[in-house]
């Protein structure tokens, strides 16, 4: 059974950092492709970040180019989102994602104040 578990958001000042994690477990990690969405209140859910089972293929949203960065651990069966600079614009729930599937997790809130 699939479970994705994210964790690291909370209320930051623009211009502040997270550290978004996510614990997978249920599938063999290291040979899938992940990646992060988001979705802000009264939006739909829009694709932040993705990157493929080698890690050697990498993509992002225009608006968040230069300031997440997604990384994972293997060996932990871990996916990362690294957030530089965070704007207003940025608050949303941030979810991880199986692509095979598009399974999700339960998302974890990220808040950036002005």
């Known amino acids: 059974q699939v479970q994705l578990v994210e964790s690291g958001g909370g209320t930051v000042q623009a211009g502040g950092s997270l550290r978004l994690s996510c614990a997978a477990s249920g599938f063999d990690f290291g040979d899938n492709a992940m990646k992060w969405v988001r979705q802000a209140p009264g939006k739909d859910v829009e694709f932040v970040s993705y990157i493929n089972s080698r890690g050697n293929n990498l993509s992002y949203q225009e608006s968040v180019k230069g300031r997440f960065t997604i990384s994972r651990d293997d060996a932990k069966s871990m996916l990362y989102l690294q957030m530089n600079n965070l704007a207003p614009e940025d608050t949303a729930v941030y979810y991880c994602?199986?692509?095979?599937?598009?399974?999700r997790g339960q998302g974890t809130q990220v808040t950036v104040s002005s």
């Open positions: 994602v199986l692509v095979h599937g598009n399974k």
